[in-house]
C-alpha cells in the first residue's frame, strides 16, 4: 500500500526557514516523480516544485525559485523541501505527490499535507 507522509510544517516568523520531509513507503522511490503542491486558503492547490530523479533538474514555481530547495534520496525512501526567506503568502498546507511512471504501473499519490504557517 503506497503511503505518503509529511512533517515539519509549524509556524515562522517572516523571513524564516522550515524543512518539510516526506517519507514514502509502499513503493520505490524511483519509480516516481515526486512534486510538493501547497494549497492556501480559499485558492487552488498549486504546484511548487518537482523533481523526477535525485541530482535531476529540479523544477520550481515562479513564486518560490531561489528561496525553496527539493531534494530526494531514493534509498531512504524521502523527499524534501527547504524553505528559506518565508514569506506570510507562503502560508498553505503543503503537500507531498508522487507520480508514479507508467512502467511500474502508474498511479497518483497524495500525503495528508503539512501546515506552514508564516507569521508574526
Known amino acids: 500500500q503506497v503511503n505518503l507522509v509529511e512533517s515539519g510544517g509549524g509556524l515562522v516568523q517572516p523571513g524564516g526557514s522550515l524543512r518539510l520531509s516526506c517519507a514514502a513507503s509502499?513503493?520505490?522511490?524511483?519509480?516516481?516523480?515526486m512534486r510538493w503542491y501547497r494549497q492556501a486558503p480559499g485558492k487552488e492547490r498549486e504546484l511548487v516544485a518537482s523533481?523526477?530523479?535525485?541530482?535531476?533538474?529540479?523544477n520550481y514555481a515562479d513564486s518560490v525559485m531561489g528561496r525553496f530547495t527539493i531534494s530526494r534520496d531514493n534509498a531512504k525512501n524521502m523527499v524534501y523541501l527547504q524553505m528559506m526567506s518565508l514569506k506570510p503568502e507562503d502560508t498553505a498546507v503543503y503537500y507531498c505527490?508522487?507520480?508514479?511512471?507508467?512502467?511500474?504501473?502508474?498511479?497518483?499519490?497524495w500525503g495528508q499535507g503539512t501546515q506552514v504557517t508564516v507569521s508574526s
Open positions: 505527490n508522487a507520480a508514479r511512471l507508467p512502467f511500474y504501473g502508474g498511479g497518483d499519490y
Open positions: 523533481m523526477a530523479r535525485p541530482g535531476g533538474s529540479a
Open positions: 509502499g513503493f520505490a522511490l524511483n519509480s516516481a516523480i
